[in-house]
């Protein structure tokens, strides 16, 4: 069965400095993989996506992703974190059957000035 | 703004009572999904819907029903609430395999 992994609960960072926010995925096909971002009291909003093509990926906002299939991880990064990028931040995967998103348990991205 | 409306905001309700969440997918979009964010079952596919034909299920209780309407509009009936149902609730809609996403209903049972 498809599963995605966000093995960080809770990340804090330093506005202004770099993160990678880790993402690992079973699925046995290609997989679409995704990134959301939640900010408190909202919904969700597509950071990016991946369906095929080139493995690094870019997204609003200044995010960008690569796709590693030996790796099976779709790793999010930013260089240079701003104050208002504090949010929860979820990784999935569509499944191609019933076109149904399985999401991570999310990390929470704290950032300190 | 995603183009997805979901009514209402915010539903406080009691233990065995029934409430109905509201969708308006965007314009265009035939596909409706149904999802529940809980503190304890993170984000969970519940029912999908294709226009008017419902496409796939979830992890959805026997208690829970959906539908959609011709006008695309999609409903989540819920029904013998119980303290654990407190819950956000979104819904999204799709076109090409991308999901958009409401703002969602928070759901809180007393």
């Known amino acids: 069965a498809q599963s995605v992994t966000q093995p960080d609960i809770h990340i804090t960072v330093s506005e202004g400095a770099s993160l990678e926010l880790r993402c690992n995925y079973s699925?046995?096909?290609?997989?679409?993989l995704f990134w959301y971002v939640q900010s408190p009291g909202q919904g969700l909003q597509l950071l990016l996506k991946y369906f095929s093509g080139d493995t690094l990926v870019q997204g609003i906002k200044g995010f960008e992703a690569e796709f590693k299939r030996s790796q099976s991880s779709f790793n999010l990064r930013k260089p240079s974190v701003h104050w208002s990028d504090a949010a929860e931040y979820f990784c999935a995967v569509l499944t191609g059957t019933a076109s149904k998103l399985t999401f991570g348990t999310g990390t929470r991205l704290q950032v300190t000035l | 703004d995603s183009g997805v409306t979901q009514t209402p905001k915010h539903l406080i309700t009691a233990t065995g009572q029934r409430v109905t969440l509201r969708c308006s997918p965007r314009s265009g979009d035939l596909s409706v999904y149904w999802y529940q964010q809980s503190l304890d079952q993170g984000l969970q596919f519940l029912i999908q819907y294709y226009n008017g034909e419902e496409r796939a299920k979830g992890n959805i209780l026997e208690r829970f029903s959906a539908q959609q309407f011709p006008d695309l509009h999609s409903e989540l009936n819920l029904s013998s609430l119980e303290l654990g149902d407190s819950a956000l609730y979104f819904c999204?809609?799709?076109?090409?395999?991308?999901?958009?996403f409401g703002p969602g209903t928070r759901l809180t049972v007393l």
């Open positions: 999204a809609s799709s076109r090409d395999d991308e999901q958009f």
């Open positions: 699925y046995g096909a290609t997989p679409y």
